[in-house]
């Protein structure tokens, strides 16, 4: 007569308690790595969304200089400088159209927006730098250093936090834009 067992025994439960661990631990790894990502791909749309600013509020100020029936530059380019590889400036919609030389400042986050702010505290200051740099353009067949056409490209860079998946790295996303002068004045042949 076989006497039947009515309990786990010590290597079922030694067993059992080995797979459910594996689980657990499995989904535990499973649930850092999607926030991992999540977050990525977080600080990825806003450096999207700050490179199109950057390209926006270079718009701004040429669409300013046409209303005020300024050159379509000032502000810009103004000749004076070498940009032909390129002027590196800073700006945010606060400024009111003005661009500053690059100095690497890292943006601040006031008042639900995205500033310009070298004073910024500490618990405001985001770890986002925009860099907009302006490259005239000649013009086929146009008159050599009459630019009638502004390359615009607005890199934003920031330090990606080491993770259990990624060392520290530094990211970024750069956007692209041509601005013409579509007010080139003709002038009549004689």
């Not at 649930?31 to 977080?42: A, E, G, K, P, V």
């Amino acid at each position: 007569m076989q006497k039947i067992s009515k309990g786990f025994t010590v290597i079922e439960l030694v067993l059992s308690i080995f797979v459910l661990s594996i689980a657990i631990i499995g989904s535990y790894n499973a649930f850092t790595i999607m926030d991992i990502l999540t977050s990525n791909s977080s600080d990825r749309f806003t450096a999207a969304y700050l490179a199109q600013e950057g390209i926006e509020i270079v718009r701004n100020i040429r669409d300013t200089n046409w209303i005020e029936d300024k050159d379509w530059t000032t502000g810009l380019w103004d000749g004076s400088a070498d940009c032909s590889s390129g002027c590196e400036y800073e700006a945010d919609y606060k400024t009111f159209g003005t661009l500053f030389p690059f100095d690497d400042n890292y943006l601040c986050f006031e008042n639900d927006f995205y500033t310009l702010n070298p004073e910024c505290s500490s618990e405001n200051q985001t770890k986002f730098k925009r860099k907009i740099t302006i490259t005239p353009l000649d013009v086929p067949g146009g008159e050599i250093d009459n630019k009638d056409i502004l390359k615009v490209s607005v890199e934003v860079s920031w330090d990606e936090k080491s993770n259990i998946l990624f060392e520290k790295q530094k990211q970024s996303i750069t956007a692209e834009e041509y601005l013409y002068n579509w007010l080139i004045k003709n002038e009549p042949e004689e």
